[in-house]
């Protein structure tokens, strides 16, 4: 997949499947998947280093995560967030960040907002990097939001959305993903919008779904958002594995004589 074939899913109304990866061995697994996007979402800083929020990650993590990933495909479509602030300083610095996350082996970068960042996105842009863009629940801007709560609930709300919208489109953004956004206000930003959309939290009438690996997979029990479907009870699977291989240890089993290396 290239960043052409987004606007040709769109038009041809097939959907967009999109999902987190941060590992070279994940990433080789999803390779032999119909999965059609790498997101490789500052969502690490918190699945993978246990951090309340994305807002710890920076330039630095991000390029390893993206780098161990592109080492693990060749054939999907890389997405490497920006970091908080990482955006948002001069101009050069901007450009430095990109530039490390497109080196890194990013096919294209995902920004948070669209207020402040227009002009940003667009000269990004003209310098030959794809944008997506972000609108909704922004985790990067919780602490200006209050916290993780779905955005865009009543007519005002809505009204800044839906033009929040088209500013990502008119700024050169190629797609646009919204998180926890009523699913009537995502269908219609959807409809009026000449690029597609990636929902996560936003209902089914968007052009394509986003989900983070270990929420799918339930490996994380104590982490339950209404728009997560688990598809695996991960947790439970691996701990059955771990233990069996305890047992296996403590018992003498393991390892066996077909197991271990003759003299």
Not at 1 to 16: G, P, T, W, Y
Not at 223 to 242: E, H, I, T
Request: hydrophobic share 40%; proline share 3%.
């Amino acid at each position: 997949m290239n960043v052409l074939d987004f606007q040709a899913c769109k038009e041809r109304h097939e959907k967009i499947v999109m999902l987190t990866c941060y590992d070279y061995t994940s990433a080789c697994i999803v390779q032999d998947s119909d999965v059609d996007v790498i997101l490789v979402g500052d969502s690490a800083a918190m699945v993978m280093h246990g951090f309340a929020t994305t807002i710890p990650a920076d330039i630095e993590m991000m390029c390893r995560h993206i780098e161990s990933v592109s080492r693990g495909t060749s054939n999907k479509f890389i997405v490497g967030d920006m970091p908080f602030l990482s955006f948002r300083q001069s101009r050069t610095d901007n450009m430095r960040a990109v530039a490390s996350v497109m080196k890194a082996g990013a096919h294209a970068v995902k920004l948070e907002g669209i207020e402040g960042n227009a002009e940003t996105i667009a000269h990004i842009v003209k310098s030959g990097v794809p944008v997506m863009g972000h609108l909704g629940l922004t985790p990067q801007s919780v602490n200006q939001l209050g916290g993780f709560k779905v955005q865009g609930r009543g007519e005002k709300a809505a009204d800044m959305l839906r033009n929040e919208a088209l500013a990502c489109e008119q700024a050169g953004c190629f797609a646009l993903v919204l998180e926890c956004v009523p699913k009537d206000l995502a269908a219609e930003i959807t409809q009026s919008l000449t690029i597609p959309t990636i929902g996560i939290g936003a209902g089914a009438h968007t052009d394509g779904q986003v989900l983070v690996m270990q929420d799918l997979l339930g490996l994380s029990s104590d982490f339950k958002p209404k728009f997560v479907r688990k598809y695996l009870d991960g947790k439970r699977l691996w701990q059955d594995a771990f233990n069996a291989y305890a047992s296996d240890v403590k018992s003498g089993q393991f390892p066996a004589a077909d197991e271990s290396y003759k003299q």
